[in-house]
């Protein structure tokens, strides 16, 4: 199977300790995309690559949170200094696209859970 | 901005019998549309999407959706529930990003229990 894939899928922190997610989207989708969801609530768009270039960032990506794609692969999601309200599932998607993008569909890993104690 | 807006938190129906979760949406423009089906520990999986070929749109797992705009609705329907469909779904909007290419907005999503 080729899809989207998460490493870890679970992880658990203390508060102030920094932790870092992985994601390979399919092979050939040169679009990325990172989400949160919270219990009880939709997925949340927080940045966006193309190819390696991070094009967007939500307002809820705060400084502590940092993602990178070198190469236009693989991605990492970091967060320095977790705080309680970090605690989440962070999803990853990717979709191929040339222009525009309103109409792609975007594939997603079964995510990363996150628990900060 | 684009938004939706699920009109249900929770569903429950009998298995066998119809499924309706209902979804609005708000776009300033022809809207692109999705439905996504999340099961527990597992990824969100497309069930279908409207981008304006046709307003009858048919899913994966016997599910449809009609797109109103009229009534600037989405809802998802399926004439006969499975207890496999117990699952939280999700309606999702395109929305144009700052760099021009789009995200997806979501809805809070609506929990469907189907019962025995």
């Known amino acids: 199977d080729t899809g989207v894939s998460q490493n870890p899928r679970h992880k658990i922190t203390k508060r102030g300790q920094n932790v870092t997610f992985r994601c390979d989207p399919i092979?050939?989708?040169?679009?990325l995309y990172w989400y949160r969801q919270t219990l009880g609530q939709g997925p949340e768009f927080l940045t966006y690559f193309q190819n390696e270039a991070q094009l967007e960032k939500s307002r809820l990506l705060s400084d502590r949170f940092s993602a990178e794609r070198p190469k236009g692969s693989f991605s990492t999601l970091e967060i320095q200094r977790t705080e309680q309200g970090d605690s989440a599932m962070y999803l990853c998607?990717?979709?191929?696209?040339?222009?525009?993008?309103?109409?792609?569909?975007?594939?997603f890993g079964p995510g990363t859970r996150l628990l900060v104690l | 901005a684009q938004s939706v807006t699920q009109l249900d938190s929770h569903v429950s129906v009998s298995e066998g019998t119809p499924v309706l979760l209902r979804c609005n949406y708000s776009?300033?423009?022809?809207?692109?549309l999705f439905w996504y089906v999340q099961h527990p520990n597992k990824g969100l999986q497309l069930l279908l999407k409207?981008?304006?070929?046709?307003?009858l749109v048919k899913g994966i797992n016997g599910f449809e959706a009609e797109f109103k705009k009229s009534e600037t609705s989405f809802h998802l329907t399926k004439p006969s529930a499975h207890m496999s469909d117990a699952a939280e779904y999700f309606c999702?909007?395109?929305?144009?990003?700052?760099?021009?290419?789009?995200?997806?907005?979501f809805g809070t999503g609506t929990r469907l229990k189907v019962l025995a």
């Open positions: 092979s050939e989708h040169n679009r």
């Open positions: 409207y981008t304006s070929a046709a307003t």
């Open positions: 776009s300033s423009y022809s809207p692109s």
């Open positions: 999702v909007v395109s929305d144009r990003g700052a760099s021009g290419t789009y995200k997806y907005i």
């Open positions: 998607a990717s979709s191929f696209g040339l222009a525009g993008g309103r109409q792609e569909t975007q594939y």
